[in-house]
């Protein structure tokens, strides 16, 4: 009796001849990185992942595996980060997409007494404006954007061809005269830093280095105080 080689495609699916079960070490990291991710309380329902991931895994085979892959990239995409972390996002977008836009300020002035009365009537508080230049930050000008779900004021500033954008809006936790401790950070390539004063919110970000990002930050709290 000859043997028929002519298979066809449907039937070695159906029977299973294609499929190779997914690494259990597969399993393991992306179990991981959802346990990881919902102790850092990200916004996220996992339920409908975990669930699923375990039905795929339980069916194993190449499109267990791509599935799951699938779902974790759809964690990664959906989640979304919680108080001063999606602040910190929400600012980085901001300062790229100024970067990216012919909209980098909507007044230009080295001036700091025209640029503090421009935000009058635009937003609801009175940002304080200083003009570092002494330490080699002059300012150049401000803009309104938009952040945590508000406008802001952003005061744009420079060191050589750097840009600086400080963002400034009250401080919902309270006043504060005197400075806090400031929080520097790096996100994408760019450096941060956050501290509050005087019942207001500071947050620098440039692509210059950290150290000169924190020598402008000491110079505008010297400049308010």
């Given at each position: 009796?000859?043997?028929?080689?002519?298979?066809?495609?449907?039937?070695?699916?159906?029977?299973?001849?294609?499929?190779?079960?997914?690494?259990?070490?597969?399993?393991?990291?992306?179990?991981?990185?959802?346990?990881?991710?919902?102790k850092k309380k990200q916004r996220f329902?996992?339920?409908?992942?975990?669930?699923?991931?375990?039905?795929?895994?339980?069916?194993?085979?190449?499109?267990?595996?791509?599935?799951?892959?699938?779902?974790?990239?759809?964690?990664?995409?959906?989640?979304?980060?919680?108080?001063?972390?999606?602040?910190?996002?929400?600012?980085?977008?901001?300062?790229?997409?100024?970067?990216?836009?012919?909209?980098?300020?909507?007044?230009?002035?080295?001036?700091?007494?025209?640029?503090?009365?421009?935000?009058?009537?635009?937003?609801?508080?009175?940002?304080?404006?200083?003009?570092?230049?002494?330490?080699?930050?002059?300012?150049?000008?401000?803009?309104?954007?938009?952040?945590?779900?508000?406008?802001?004021?952003?005061?744009?500033?420079?060191?050589?061809?750097?840009?600086?954008?400080?963002?400034?809006?009250?401080?919902?936790?309270?006043?504060?005269?005197?400075?806090?401790?400031?929080?520097?950070?790096s996100s994408e390539g760019y450096s941060?830093?956050?501290?509050?004063?005087?019942?207001?919110?500071?947050?620098?970000?440039?692509?210059?280095?950290?150290?000169?990002?924190?020598?402008?930050?000491?110079?505008?709290?010297?400049?308010?105080?």
């Amino acid at each position: 009796m000859e043997t028929n080689h002519d298979v066809s495609l449907a039937e070695k699916l159906r029977d299973g001849s294609l499929y190779e079960r997914a690494p259990s070490s597969l399993h393991a990291q992306v179990r991981a990185r959802l346990n990881e991710q919902y102790k850092k309380k990200q916004r996220f329902s996992w339920n409908w992942s975990m669930r699923s991931a375990g039905l795929l895994f339980a069916g194993g085979g190449v499109t267990g595996a791509c599935a799951c892959a699938l779902i974790f990239l759809s964690v990664m995409f959906f989640q979304r980060p919680a108080g001063t972390a999606a602040i910190e996002q929400e600012i980085v977008a901001s300062h790229v997409r100024a970067l990216m836009s012919s909209r980098t300020m909507d007044v230009l002035s080295s001036d700091q007494h025209t640029v503090k009365p421009w935000f009058n009537g635009r937003i609801d508080y009175a940002p304080p404006v200083v003009d570092p230049q002494a330490q080699g930050f002059p300012l150049v000008g401000g803009r309104l954007d938009y952040v945590d779900h508000r406008p802001v004021a952003v005061m744009i500033y420079r060191y050589l061809k750097h840009p600086i954008d400080l963002y400034v809006f009250p401080d919902s936790g309270g006043h504060t005269a005197v400075p806090t401790a400031m929080a520097a950070q790096s996100s994408e390539g760019y450096s941060l830093i956050k501290w509050r004063q005087n019942g207001m919110v500071f947050w620098a970000i440039t692509d210059a280095s950290p150290i000169y990002l924190k020598r402008f930050a000491d110079a505008v709290v010297a400049g308010i105080q």
